[in-house]
């Protein structure tokens, strides 16, 4: 089982930049697909971003964040993260990690797909 903890969030200024992490403990072998979720209040979870891990580390955006948004990883240090590029108020959201043994061509944004989750961290874009 993996493990997953958030790190990152918190208040920023619309146009500004925030970084969030996300490291993973435990068996991470079995990982094909990490992904960047998102909770806004009484809203649906939504996926943000996602990359391959292994064969493929191709990435992929929700169309609301491209170009604003970058997602990465260094397998050397087990840690996943999201460059926020000028965020907008509508980004503000609970972000969370999530782990996947499926490649990302099959995970897709399925939330069912992603045995593994972080316990989130908050971000708030103040306009």
């Known amino acids: 089982q993996v493990q997953l903890s958030e790190s990152g969030g918190g208040s920023v200024q619309a146009g500004g930049s925030l970084r969030l992490s996300c490291t993973a403990s435990?068996?991470?072998?079995?990982?094909?697909?990490m992904g960047w979720f998102r909770q806004a209040p009484g809203k649906e979870r939504e996926g943000v971003a996602r990359?391959?891990?292994?064969?493929?580390?191709?990435?992929s955006y929700v169309d609301s964040v491209k170009g604003r948004f970058t997602i990465s990883q260094d397998n050397t240090k087990n840690t996943l993260y999201l460059q926020m590029d000028s965020p907008k108020p509508e980004d503000t959201a609970m972000y969370y990690c999530?782990?996947?043994?499926?490649?990302?061509?099959?995970?897709?944004?399925?939330?069912?797909?992603?045995?593994?989750w972080g316990q989130g961290t908050q971000v708030t874009v103040s306009s």
């Open positions: 990359i391959g891990r292994g064969g493929s580390t191709s990435t």
């Open positions: 435990g068996y991470t072998g079995g990982l094909n697909c």
């Open positions: 999530a782990a996947s043994s499926s490649t990302c061509l099959w995970a897709g944004y399925l939330r069912t797909k992603y045995s593994s």
